[in-house]
């Protein structure tokens, strides 16, 4: 039954072709040849079972399918990118959980605020944070990322400096 739907890249050819005009047109637009406009919109036409544009020496004009056609692939072009930003969005926001220690004094001061942004910017995340009076055991502690000052670094743990000062 999915064999007798049009593929999406033949719905983008076709609304080209009407965006640009003309075949030729539509095919440098989309990157490729006009071979390739005729034969994707030949593909269409067969899947739909019925002509879409009528082709003459002054371009091409949009039969009554191809009139509704057009609109439908507009929507179903939307749709299939909004489809493509959401699952791409996904595998690049952060979401789960996140334990992060820090000391007392700098955590409430400038720690806490950056983290209420950060929730409420990525509300997939789930922020555990604890505040130290002590120099922390990652492990022991049950942390993910640990914010210090001037404290030793063992080697073993990677760390970056976020200001000099």
């Not at 944070?129 to 990322?145: A, G, P, T, Y």
Request: one cysteine or more; proline letters at 4%; charged letters at 20%.
């Amino acid at each position: 039954m999915l064999n007798n739907y049009p593929l999406a890249k033949d719905l983008q050819v076709l609304v080209e072709i009407v965006h640009t005009g003309s075949f030729s047109a539509a095919a440098a637009a989309l990157g490729q040849t006009p071979a390739f406009v005729t034969k994707r919109i030949q593909i269409l036409e067969a899947t739909l079972a019925t002509t879409l544009l009528n082709r003459s020496a002054r371009g091409v004009a949009l039969t009554e399918s191809g009139q509704r056609c057009y609109e439908h692939a507009l929507k179903l072009l939307t749709h299939y990118q909004r489809l493509v930003d959401e699952v791409t969005q996904i595998k690049t926001r952060p979401e789960g959980m996140i334990r992060i220690g820090c000391s007392f004094g700098f955590g409430r001061s400038y720690i806490a605020p950056a983290i209420t942004d950060l929730m409420r910017n990525y509300p997939e995340l789930q922020v555990h944070f604890e505040l130290f009076d002590r120099q922390i055991d990652l492990v022991q502690d049950n942390i993910d990322l640990d914010i210090r000052i001037n404290d030793e670094i063992p080697d073993y743990i990677y760390c970056a400096f976020v200001n000099k000062e």
